[in-house]
């Protein structure tokens, strides 16, 4: 039979193990996206990647995206495009890529309230990692970020 101290002992670990997963729990539900709801989001039915290349160095990739702004305010948004699979597949020396909007020569654009905007052709730009396929042509992941003025 163990003795008092071995059985206080395997208390006090399952007491520190049951505080360290509930506090994990707790972040996991509540703490994990520290990113804010945007009243933008991107209208994915009629948004597409239309294609790439390399030049100088450099991997252009060009996309149609259409926004919609669910809000009553006009919103000033930029977007970040998730290139994850291109990352890994050797294309791009990084995943995140930030969007230029051809046509407003801007990094940013404004949506009014209520609206939406059909096919703007954006720009993601990233560094070429030497190998000059994409994995598919699929539309990336695009987070759109509300930016306050």
């Known amino acids: 039979m163990p003795d008092k101290r071995g059985v206080y002992l395997m208390k006090v670990v399952f007491l520190i193990i049951t505080i360290v997963l ?17 009243d933008v989001m991107v209208v994915e039915d009629k948004s597409f990647l239309s294609g790439f290349e390399v030049k100088d160095n450099e991997v252009h990739i060009y996309c149609e995206i259409s926004l919609k702004n669910n809000s009553n305010e006009t919103k000033k948004v930029k977007l970040m495009g998730d290139f ?7 294309l791009l020396k990084e995943s995140n890529l930030e969007a230029y909007f051809i046509e407003k020569a801007s990094n940013s654009v404004e949506v009014e309230g209520k ?7 954006v720009e ?3 560094e070429y990692a030497g190998y000059s396929r994409m994995s598919n042509r699929m539309l990336p992941d695009i987070d759109v970020i509300e930016i306050m003025e």
């Open 22 to 38: 509930i506090c994990y729990l707790l972040f996991r539900v509540f703490g994990g996206n520290n990113k804010e709801k945007c």
């Open 84 to 90: 994850q699979q291109e990352l890994e597949n050797g």
């Open 115 to 121: 609206s939406n905007i059909n096919y703007m052709k």
């Open 124 to 126: 993601f730009v990233g």
